[in-house]
């Protein structure tokens, strides 16, 4: 994700906003959402929605009630209510949109217990908040060697600061139960805070640290997406795809979630397909489906005699000699239908002349350069072995005897 003012300067650091991925946009921030209403007018008598979203670190959102009146924008640091002492975060959102977002969250815009926003949060505030930052990535590691030498089966991924400094917010995530009191004691003692711990799944991991995809984009979970729906081995199936773990499992250890992405269309194009396990019965034989286009709309048979010979047909011609089989009539055979289809031609939209556009130009051996330089040695040792026997000559004369006259 990226707003128009955060494009790299020379020196590494955005050109336009300088905040470091942190622009007042929130264009380039995680989970971002566009404030479509942000350029109307509330109606006369109405007064504006006294809550605003806040983000702290990485993707955790929470809504706070504006009762002061303050005067926010996005992009303003805050200092909010917490538990105990104060919290420090940025506003994500502010007016008629928060209340969208609270439905879509399911969280109630008119309960009282809703924490406030303190004040804008003043330079000290900012300071102290990020010395603190400044410290979790060094607690970080201590912690997770604390957890080693306790021999706990839990993996720290990340560690979360309250804006204050009293408190930290440590995120973990373990197969099984895991018992850490003495790590919260051990803890506790080392670093003088209260301690939090947090267990959270391989999703909500990789959402909160981010990452690039086998895309090359950001990930999806730490970007834009907010409901992690499952994904099932069957979503490859139907897209055709090779169920290997290795391709189609995220940085998360699970199936990707965009996996989900165009399973609808895989579906609809699905409905009137031919089965997989669909049998043709002809008077050459039983015909199997080997391989199946969704979107060619084309499907591969073979005999069971010969199953490497593979012919190709139409999804009509298949549903016009199933339609065939269940009245109880067999065709002649296949290749009458491939045949078919070999007349037609295909119309070509694109015609690759120089072959640039191939990823694998590079791997073909270059026959005809070793082929010249194979007849450049060949030359070579021809006109040297030429030269050897002519000095042979000129050395054999010299020592002949001259003839008496």
């Given at each position: ?375 450049k040695n060949r030359n070579r040792n021809r006109n040297r072995n030429q030269k050897g026997n002519q000095n042979k000559s000129r050395n054999s004369n010299k020592k002949r005897p001259a003839?008496?006259?």
């Amino acid at each position: 994700m990226g707003c128009s003012s955060c494009s790299t300067g020379k020196d590494g650091q955005p050109r336009g906003c300088k905040n470091n991925g942190t622009c007042g946009t929130d264009g380039c921030n995680k989970l971002t959402v566009f404030d479509w209403l942000s350029n109307m007018s509330l109606p006369n008598g109405e007064k504006p929605f006294d809550c605003v979203e806040v983000r702290f670190k990485n993707s955790r959102k929470e809504f706070f009630r504006n009762t002061d009146n303050l005067s926010l924008s996005i992009g303003d640091v805050v200092a909010t209510q917490a538990q105990s002492g104060h919290d420090v975060g940025m506003v994500t959102l502010v007016g008629e949109l928060v209340k969208v977002q609270m439905k879509r969250k399911k969280v109630d815009f008119k309960d009282e217990s809703l924490f406030k926003v303190y004040r804008k949060a003043s330079q000290s505030d900012i300071d102290k908040w990020q010395k603190c930052r400044g410290r979790e990535e060094e607690i970080k590691k201590r912690a997770r060697e604390m957890a080693i030498l306790l021999n706990l089966q839990m993996k720290i991924s990340d560690v979360e600061f309250q804006g204050d400094g009293s408190k930290a917010t440590f995120y973990y995530t373990a197969e099984e139960r895991v018992d850490f009191r003495q790590l919260i004691k051990d803890m506790a003692k080392a670093f003088s805070i209260r301690i939090e711990m947090r267990q959270i799944g391989y999703r909500q991991e990789a959402q909160r640290l981010g990452g690039i995809g086998s895309c090359g984009r950001e990930l999806c979970c730490s970007t834009w997406l907010s409901d992690f729906r499952s994904v099932s081995t069957s979503a490859a199936r139907y897209q055709q795809l090779s169920l290997n773990p290795q391709k189609l499992a995220g940085q998360c250890g699970k199936l990707k979630c965009c996996l989900n992405y165009e399973l609808d269309t895989y579906l609809e194009a699905l409905k009137d397909f031919p089965s997989q396990d669909t049998k043709l019965y002809t008077e050459k034989g039983v015909a199997f489906c080997q391989k199946t286009d969704i979107f060619k709309a084309t499907l591969w048979f073979s005999y069971k005699d010969d199953p490497a010979n593979w012919h190709t047909l139409s999804k009509e011609q298949v549903q016009e000699i199933l339609a065939k089989n269940k009245k109880k009539e067999k065709v002649a055979s296949l290749e009458e239908y491939a045949a078919d289809n070999s007349v037609i031609n295909e119309k070509v939209a694109f015609e690759n002349v120089v072959g640039q556009d191939s990823l694998t130009r590079f791997d073909r051996p270059k026959r005809g350069r070793n082929k010249r330089n194979r007849n450049k040695n060949r030359n070579r040792n021809r006109n040297r072995n030429q030269k050897g026997n002519q000095n042979k000559s000129r050395n054999s004369n010299k020592k002949r005897p001259a003839k008496n006259a």
